[in-house]
């Protein structure tokens, strides 16, 4: 095998994955008034058909009443019944959302951070201009926000959703994809006084409360994934500050018995520049964290290749890979890395977004205009 590493499989909380070639949550925007729709069906089985040991789901916020339940429902059955795993990645906007966002009026809610600290720079998808224009609402007790993330993880267990991440990942600078998990971690966003704020174990206390509730609910299957470095949504703290959080953050989050952690890393395309100054805190993730993960299983995500990957699995210093812009282009990126076979990812993959607005607007979502994706149905199918 081309990747014998990366094919072999893994025991994963209650479930054996076929491989270690995992699809991250990428968030496409698909989401029509942020109900699931058939497409979207189509879209997740088209890469469990395509080999996805595991599959995350960008569901975010979206997991509120029984339709949301139902559709994502009829999802998971279909993505079960070609022999697919489907997490949920669960999370919530904080103060990336905006009082002008559909989503956010219909919630009935303020934008709510851990402190009333705006974030710089900030392009909304779905907001006419609104950038840098208002400030959110520091909110008063964050067991609020605790307990909307309670009620989401049980309708995800309702939805069939093998397993949830709370993810404190800011890689997109999208109000629909900022995480509040991280904001509280990070003393750019939370200057709290309270037990909320203020020390590593205050700041971290968010988070590890969530990834408690969710083991309550799906035991052993449950993630956390991280973007310790910064950058992305006007976060990040200088680099002591950023070793001591996560390396505290990360070694509690792996004595509860989460099932793997995700560490995502630096990318500068997504950093923001402050007066010339990029946030991002640059540093070896890798390497500064591996230490503190004892009992979980740990994968990469972050423009990894597949060289790499096979290379720090057969070192012993990864279980694993997730693929972002690779499963986006090729629906059947697993059976390609098993079978030899070229992959075609372009330099871009800005062009395979879009939106719901748009007149084609599956073009690059469930149909994708590569030549190479014929070679694979002449060969295999």
């Not at 969710?214 to 976060?235: E, L």
Request: with cysteine; hydrophobic share 35%; glycine share 10%.
């Amino acid at each position: 095998m081309p990747y014998e590493g990366l094919l072999r499989p893994l025991q994963l909380g209650d479930f054996t994955l076929k491989n270690r070639i995992w699809m991250s949550a990428v968030s496409r925007n698909r989401a029509k008034n942020s109900y699931p729709t058939e497409l979207m069906k189509e879209y997740y089985v088209q890469r469990a058909v395509g080999g996805a040991g595991l599959i995350i789901c960008a569901v975010l916020e979206y997991m509120w009443d029984d339709k949301h339940v139902a559709g994502w429902k009829n999802i998971t059955d279909r993505v079960h019944a070609v022999g697919g795993k489907i997490y949920a990645q669960l999370s919530h906007v904080g103060r990336l959302s905006h009082p002008d966002d559909l989503n956010q009026k219909l919630s009935g809610l303020p934008v709510y951070g851990p402190s009333a600290i705006p974030a710089r720079g900030i392009k909304f998808r779905n907001v006419s201009g609104g950038v840098d224009d208002f400030v959110p609402r520091a909110v008063e007790d964050p067991r609020i926000l605790i307990e909307q993330f309670r009620h989401a993880t049980i309708n995800a267990k309702k939805a069939g959703f093998d397993g949830v991440e709370p993810s404190a990942d800011l890689r997109k600078v999208h109000a629909c994809n900022g995480m509040l998990v991280n904001q509280f971690l990070d003393l750019s966003c939370n200057q709290r006084t309270d037990e909320w704020g203020g020390s590593v174990e205050n700041r971290s206390r968010f988070g590890l409360e969530i990834l408690k509730i969710m083991i309550d609910i799906f035991g052993r299957n449950v993630s956390v994934k991280v973007n310790p470095a910064g950058g992305p949504s006007d976060t990040g703290m200088p680099l002591k500050d950023t070793l001591e959080t996560f390396s505290y953050f990360l070694s509690k989050a792996d004595k509860l018995g989460v099932s793997y952690i995700a560490i995502s890393r630096y990318d500068s395309r997504y950093d923001t520049v402050i007066h010339g100054v990029p946030r991002g805190a640059q540093h070896n993730e890798l390497e500064s964290y591996r230490p503190y993960i004892k009992n979980a299983k740990l994968f990469l995500n972050g423009h990894v290749t597949p060289d790499e990957a096979e290379l720090l699995i057969s070192q012993g210093k990864i279980d694993g890979v997730f693929f972002g812009n690779g499963w986006i282009s090729h629906p059947d990126l697993a059976k390609r890395l098993e079978h030899g076979l070229p992959l075609d990812v372009p330099p871009s993959v800005a062009h395979l977004y879009g939106g719901a607005d748009e007149d084609i607007w599956n073009v690059g979502y469930t149909t994708i205009p590569l030549r190479r994706t014929r070679i694979w149905r002449r060969r295999i199918s």
